[in-house]
């Protein structure tokens, strides 16, 4: 057996219902999935969808938040981390610098050549000076002014 379509009588057919020109295409969807149907025939559904969307606003305005501080974080710990670096290479070169005027204040002065090693014979006791004998105040003023006479090598 085959089934084959019959064809109605022209009389009998209605022309298809046209839709408005004021409707849109999801109009029907928005419709029946509309937030105020579903919270007529089931309240306890509905509070629960207000509360998952309520959550997950929270919890994308809480991500932002913390995104936004930890940018914020790390861009503050790359400039004190910059600053560290800055702050070593300075005190290497210090430390280079001072070793290289050391040798060179070694080298031009005559005493450390004439000096011996420190042993327990080789050392000397003597007694604290009394207050009387002492010689009148150093003027340190004078002794600075001496140290800015001196010209001073520039370079390494």
Known sequence: MVAVPQSQPSSARRPA???????RPFEVIQGSLSARR??????????LHRTADGSLIGVF???LVLS????????RWTLAFRQLEMTR????????STAM??????????TPKQMVPTTVA??????RPSSASTKPGIDHLA????????TIHHGY
């Open 89 to 96: 290479e300075q005190a290497h070169r210090l430390t280079e």
């Open 143 to 150: 002794m600075l002014g001496s140290l800015m006479e001196r």
């Open 38 to 47: 579903v919270a007529r025939k089931s309240p306890l559904l509905a509070g």
């Open 122 to 127: 080789n050392l000397v006791y003597l007694d």
């Open 61 to 63: 305005a809480a991500v």
């Open 17 to 23: 219902p046209r839709r408005p020109a004021s409707r």
């Open 101 to 110: 005027l050391e040798r060179h204040l070694l080298e031009r002065s005559q």
């Open 68 to 75: 936004g501080l930890t940018l914020h974080w790390q861009h």
